[in-house]
T-cell receptor, first 115, second 112 residues
Framework: DTEVTQTPKHLVMGMTNKKSLKCEQHMGHRAMYWYKQKAKKPPELMFVYSYEKLSINESVPSRFSPECPNSSLLNLHLHALQPEDSALYLC??????????????FGSGTQLSVL | KQEVTQIPAALSVPEGENLVLNCSFTDSAIYNLQWFRQDPGKGLTSLLLIQSSQREQTSGRLNASLDKSSGRSTLYIAASQPGDSATYLCAALPFDDYKLSFGAGTTVTVRA
């Protein structure tokens, strides 16, 4: 199994809603990532979990809250988002720590629209 | 700060033609350089990873080269097919850093 699975594929939410994005991998990877990608732009790193601990937060607003319940799962909790947060949210994983020489495996993403 | 540039931003070729995609980076102190493919509204698929000590990597019709001294990588796709239509991004991982530096991508259209 070489897949990173993200749910839901599409999400529409109002600015007062609370929702969660989910990501799952069963490759035994120890690093997991959240990226945000706006249309026609490259992905931007948001968070990195290494061995289930948050190791990097790229100064992301607190309305985004990551969670890593176990080594296979990664969640992104969303609350009080703004319309400018509309984007494709990508989860990724890699075998070891972020600074090791390994491929990143990406999920298909969640297309988020904030109304 | 590492900056990665991909030119051109878009490319259209007839089916069967070989594709040459360029990626340049400003700092040669990199762990590796990766090439990704992205279909519209989808995630990224890793195509090739070239380690700092390597000059090239090959997979099927794909070949990627790395020249650190000139700060360049090139992705070659032989005998292009309509299914190769996608955006191709390169990304460099700097030494002593955790964050990939992505280029903006080259959007390829292969005409049948």
């Amino acid at each position: 199994d070489t897949e990173v699975t993200q749910t839901p594929k599409h999400l529409v939410m109002g600015m007062t809603n609370k929702k969660s994005l989910k990501c799952e991998q069963h490759m035994g990877h120890r690093a997991m990532y959240w990226y945000k990608q706006k249309a026609k732009k490259p992905p931007e790193l948001m968070f990195v979990y290494s061995y289930e601990k948050l190791s990097i937060n790229e100064s992301v607003p607190s309305r985004f809250s990551p969670e890593c319940p176990n080594s296979s799962l990664l969640n992104l909790h969303l609350h009080a988002l703004q319309p400018e947060d509309s984007a494709l949210y990508l989860c990724a994983s890699s075998q070891g720590t972020p600074t090791t020489n390994e491929k990143l495996f990406f999920g298909s993403g969640t297309q988020l629209s904030v109304l | 700060k590492q900056e990665v540039t991909q030119i051109p931003a878009a490319l259209s070729v007839p089916e069967g033609e070989n594709l040459v995609l360029n990626c340049s980076f400003t700092d040669s102190a990199i762990y590796n350089l990766q090439w990704f493919r992205q279909d519209p509204g989808k995630g990224l698929t890793s195509l090739l990873l070239i380690q700092s000590s390597q000059r090239e990597q090959t997979s099927g019709r794909l070949n990627a080269s790395l020249d650190k001294s000139s700060g360049r990588s090139t992705l070659y796709i032989a005998a292009s097919q309509p299914g190769d239509s996608a955006t191709y991004l390169c990304a460099a991982l700097p030494f002593d850093d955790y964050k990939l530096s992505f280029g903006a991508g080259t959007t390829v259209t292969v005409r049948a």
